[in-house]
């Protein structure tokens, strides 16, 4: 079965402590991974792709297949990083296969 | 270039309506996707389109049903509304598949 699971449904930090928000996966095959991002009122809107190996924000993700996961991963947070962050798989016939997402709260 | 944009931004139906949705989608993207997000939960797929023809179905009923127009828009009809419909529809596009998705900022439904 494709699935996405985001153990965490809120993670609270204070800023500047680092950041990691967990993403584990099950799905045969090389999987195609994603990390979204919803800022309060905002649309949903990619954040990164693992074979893009950028880092965007100063978020990280290495993909471990090993572990079957795709943790996202900042080192210093900021107040401006609180927001909804959903990882996604890309599955059979081209959907996105979504987490529960996590709820990022950075406080000052 | 405004993004993909869907209209309308809310709708309140009754049990046993059908109501239709509709997305479109950036300039040059061929492919349109419909996801269903329910409050507290993550987005999950409904339909994907690419070139007109359906490319993609998830796990709903045939209450709901879709197509995509030759301009590349698109239609999400849900028939015999459910107050479990209830939720924001979101539609996405990309130039080919499921990469770069690019989401409009969703329909919200409330079925009473």
């Known amino acids: 079965a494709q699935r996405v699971t985001q153990p965490e449904k809120l993670l609270s930090v204070f800023k500047g402590a680092p950041v990691e928000l967990k993403c584990n996966y099950s799905?045969?095959?090389?999987?195609?991974l994603f990390w979204y991002v919803q800022y309060s009122r905002q649309r949903l809107q990619l954040l990164l792709r693992?074979?893009s190996r950028e880092s965007i924000k100063g978020f990280t993700a290495d993909l471990n297949k090993g572990e079957t996961s795709f943790h996202l991963k900042k080192p210093f947070a900021q107040e401006e990083d609180s927001a909804m962050y959903y990882c996604?798989?890309?599955?059979?016939?081209?959907?996105?296969?979504f987490g529960q997402g996590t709820e990022l709260s950075v406080k000052p | 270039d405004a993004g993909v944009t869907q209209s309308p931004t809310h709708l309140i139906k009754t049990r046993g309506q059908h109501v239709t949705l509709r997305c479109s989608p950036i300039?040059?993207?061929?492919?349109v996707s419909w996801y269903q997000q329910v409050l507290g939960q993550g987005p999950q797929f409904i339909f994907q389109?690419?070139?007109?023809?359906?490319?993609g179905r998830g796990n709903f009923p045939d209450r709901f049903s879709a197509r995509q127009f030759p301009n590349y828009s698109s239609e999400l009809n849900v028939n015999a509304l459910l107050l479990g419909d209830s939720a924001l529809y979101l539609c996405?596009?990309?130039?080919?598949?499921?990469?770069?998705?690019?989401f409009g900022p969703g329909t919200r439904l409330t079925v009473t």
């Open positions: 996405a596009s990309s130039l080919l598949g499921p990469y770069e998705q690019y």
């Open positions: 799905y045969s095959g090389s999987p195609e």
């Open positions: 693992h074979i």
């Open positions: 996604a798989l890309s599955g059979q016939g081209g959907k996105l296969i």
């Open positions: 300039s040059g993207h061929k492919s």
């Open positions: 389109y690419y070139e007109k023809e359906e490319r």
